[in-house]
């Protein structure tokens, strides 16, 4: 059975003349005729009455009528739900990124792309940068926001464009005299508000303070990024975070003496499978709102553009 062979069905069955049912299916009449016996002969019964200057249908072809409107229905639908999403005025993108960039880069790439494509869901999950590469490898994300070198045994998997070098800075409650900058080494025996253990922010501080001679104090550890934030408000001590998020905390922000600490941002996806649509829409309005600002002097301070 073909959906052809149903439209011309339909067209007869509406007008009953096979002469007016050509003309309204733009086919020649003899064509539609033989398709028409062809379906009897795939169905196994006759689908109308044919006697001179009077066509109607059978109790067979009744049965048919309303299945086979439904089912020319339900192919115009899926026409229109493919060509939709084509034209991405439908679909749906699922991206992942670290917490530090949910409360800084995110929500503006994701406001220039939802006035841009309104009809696109956009699902989000927060992570480490260890568990996105995870969650790409296994299809369950279309695109993630990474901290590089991508780790774990999936990353030759992943196809990774770098975005942006990002600062460190050490951020507190009140200001601790007027010195601009200060050396990791300084961070010795002062407890610091430390995030929870897989977040790359707390690898990096640890990294530093141990490359500096020294394992550092925790006044209070084991926070996502707004108890992190909290933390520092309340005064239990000072915390090292991304540029971005300090530049936006109204916390006291240092800067480290060089060479500084510092991370890269890039954005990943699976290699093997490729991108769709709405997924490649969304990347390719990442890089252009992240190349828009550099041009206009307008990334955030203390981050840097890597891409050409």
Same mark, same amino acid.
């Given at each position: ?39 009897? %002969? ?68 994701? %406001? ?12 989000? %999950? ?58 990791? /080494? ?40 707004? /108890? ?48 769709? %649509? ?31």
């Amino acid at each position: 059975m073909q959906l052809q062979q149903l439209r011309y069905f339909l067209a007869v069955a509406e007008t009953l003349h096979f002469t007016r049912a050509a003309e309204a299916a733009h086919v020649a009449q003899p064509s539609l005729s033989q398709q028409i016996r062809s379906l009897e %002969r795939e169905l196994g019964a006759e689908l109308f009455h044919r006697t001179r200057g009077n066509i109607a249908l059978t109790d067979a072809g009744s049965a048919l009528l309303p299945l086979a409107r439904r089912i020319l229905a339900d192919t115009e639908s899926a026409r229109l739900a493919v060509q939709e999403t084509v034209q991405l005025r439908r679909g749906r993108v699922r991206l992942g990124a670290p917490p530090s960039l949910c409360t800084s880069l995110v929500p503006d790439v994701l %406001r220039v792309f939802r006035d841009r494509y309104p009809g696109v869901a956009l699902v989000v %999950r927060e992570g480490g940068s260890r568990d996105l590469v995870r969650s790409l490898a296994a299809g369950e994300l279309d695109l993630a926001l990474v901290i590089t070198p991508p780790s774990g045994e999936e990353a030759p998997a992943l196809s990774v464009t770098e975005l942006l070098h990002e600062e460190l800075v050490l951020v507190s409650g009140t200001a601790t005299g007027r010195r601009r900058r200060v050396r990791v /080494a300084e961070l010795r025996g002062r407890p610091l508000v430390m995030f929870r253990e897989g977040y790359d922010l707390r690898e990096a501080t640890l990294a530093a303070c141990r490359a500096a001679g020294f394992e550092p104090e925790f006044a209070v550890e084991g926070g996502e990024m707004d /108890a992190v934030l909290g933390f520092v408000r309340a005064g239990l001590g000072p915390a090292v975070l991304p540029g971005m998020v300090a530049a936006r905390s109204g916390l006291v922000v240092t800067p480290f003496a060089g060479p500084g600490l510092g991370r890269t941002i890039a954005v990943a996806h699976g290699h093997e499978v490729p991108l769709t %649509r709405a997924a490649a829409a969304l990347r390719e309005t990442l890089l252009a709102h992240l190349r828009d600002a550099a041009r206009a002097g307008e990334l955030l301070p203390g981050t840097r553009l890597l891409l050409p």
